[in-house]
């Protein structure tokens, strides 16, 4: 997808909220867990009834992998219903991988190509190598960790060189490297006041920002500090949205999380002009 | 496996060899590539004839990944015959994970639990609570990387904090978390002059060295600088050995390239008074 494109869903929705698919099948209700494919069934309901206030999907792949070949197939099946009924969706494999140059082409191949995923996150701590090989694929994008939202935030992405802090350096040296404009990043809404500073360094690139809701992040003060002309922003909710409910109502119930979020948005977007 | 376990392993078979099975069905030779599981038949040959010369597997994920669930499968059939044919060897996924509390636990149990390995490479950038869910496991391990073998090491690794280098703060740092008996590191052969500095920070933990062989470093250096009394090295090669020959014999070839780097490595053991 391109970023237009992604800005044109933007404003036709109303909303840069992205829906995390982090699946934890002991939290899904009761008579999800016992279909064939609880996986699947509880991600098609939820997609199925928050496709309208969201403009992107983010699967968690810990939580698919943790189920073995099952979760990886759940996961294929999931990306195909993404692609074929809500093609107009963006979405994002958070699997944060980094690794050396023919494991990192490895990594990129499987997601873009067998998978059919928009965007990957990426771990910055190999350097340039880990994520080139992500930024050869046309109308794809790395997302790159910055400034994560956890609380071991702290123990390294705020080393500090020459008045610069680990996270600033990160985003900085990114941009020389080759097919940049095919970089995103992941910058935590629970660190928003950090935004003006690193919106400073990257003006233009679109940030995908978790901690939102269950983390304690703002989106009053993502939106405000984070937000450029095109938006700029994907912010995410999952749990949430999807968990909601634990009842058989449950995705009606995400349908309304996710409804007053992309209400909020609305107003953030019409106050910057892009609606 | 304990470490004594492994240390006691390493004295009997005279070698810290790790072969690392990146498999690339490209790089097979064609009669492998016909059969049924591929990946599963060429694993099996290069563990059979290479597992007296070597203390250690490597599974590289990615590769497996990039096959899809076939590769995922694999990945499994391969840890099950070596956990039932070889238990003495020492087992690790290299997926280089590294992701908030709830999610790292996910890989972690995925991979302890459902997979059976003995330890995960993991990533340092996002912190303490990337880390330590994989800590809580007895007898199982996480390799941190440190010092890369790649050439965007120099990127963010070396970055500079009151004199200290970023690689030397994730050591010190991560020796403060819960768990740290548990910790390995990933140390480049690449960049074995290091190895000094490194050894004072943490003398008694063992390393994982990649990048002997296809990427240039040496094993004479890599063991006289980073062998401590309990050995304490781990030292990987992957192209080398199991892309030694593309011929019906790369298994035979396998086999030699291995014998040969374990000889040298009795060498060095004996040196140092180990066997």
Same sequence: chains 1, 2.
Avoid at 149 to 164: H, I, L, M, V
Wanted: proline fraction near 3%; aromatic fraction near 12%; include cysteine.
């Amino acid at each position: 997808m391109t970023q237009e494109t992604l800005l044109k869903n933007i404003k036709a929705k109303q909303s840069y909220l992205c829906v995390g698919l982090d699946i934890d099948l002991e939290k899904v209700p009761e008579f999800i867990r016992n279909t064939e494919d609880p996986l699947f069934t509880f991600a098609k309901a939820i997609i199925d009834k928050t496709h309208s206030y969201a403009v992107a999907y983010k699967p968690n792949l810990a939580f698919f992998e943790s189920y073995g070949v099952d979760g990886w197939r759940a996961f294929d099946k999931i990306m195909r219903y993404l692609n074929e009924n809500y093609p107009e969706h963006f979405t994002i494999a958070d699997a944060k991988r980094g690794d050396i140059g023919n494991t990192a082409a490895r990594y990129a191949k499987a997601f873009f190509e067998n998978y059919g995923v928009d965007a990957v996150t990426v771990a910055p701590y190999m350097g340039k190598d880990a994520v080139e090989p992500f930024l050869t694929f046309k109308d794809k994008y790395a997302i790159l960790l910055s400034l994560t939202s956890n609380p071991g935030a702290f123990d390294f992405q705020f080393t500090e060189e020459n008045g610069k802090k680990l996270f600033e350096k990160v985003l900085q040296t990114s941009l020389k490297w080759n097919g940049a404009a095919q970089l995103m990043y992941v910058v935590g809404a629970t660190k928003a006041s950090a935004l003006t500073s690193i919106r400073q360094i990257i003006p233009d690139a679109f940030l995908l920002v978790p901690g939102v809701g269950a983390q304690g992040g703002s989106l009053k003060e993502v939106s405000e500090f984070g937000m450029n002309e095109s938006c700029g922003l994907l912010v995410n909710s999952s749990r949430g949205i999807i968990y909601a409910s634990h009842e058989e109502n449950f995705a009606d119930a995400a349908a309304s999380e996710a409804k007053k979020i992309q209400q909020e948005m609305a107003g953030y977007l019409l106050k910057k002009g892009i609606i």
